[in-house]
């Protein structure tokens, strides 16, 4: 059975990043096209939340502790009648 081999080859993945040229992405190796796609994406989810999905939640809590409050004093309301 072969034995599992955890060594990073630091010297090739190193090797993949020499000499990148900006315009012609598409012709750069795997590793840092992978690497750019998750910086964007990274950027793009940062920017989101900071610019549009925080207030969406921040409108969403109010709402829920707006909800909580009406059900308590519905629930008071009915066991001081009843």
Do not use: N
């Amino acid at each position: 059975m072969a034995k599992l081999s955890l060594k990073l080859d630091t010297p090739g993945i190193a090797a993949q990043f020499q000499g990148l040229a900006p315009p012609p992405r598409r012709l750069w190796p795997t590793l840092p096209r992978t690497l750019l796609l998750c910086a964007l994406f990274s950027a793009i989810l940062t920017a989101g939340w900071a610019l549009y999905w925080r207030g969406l939640f921040e409108e969403l809590d109010a709402g829920r502790q707006q909800e909580e409050a009406a059900q308590g004093a519905v629930h008071r309301q009915a066991q001081a009648g009843g």
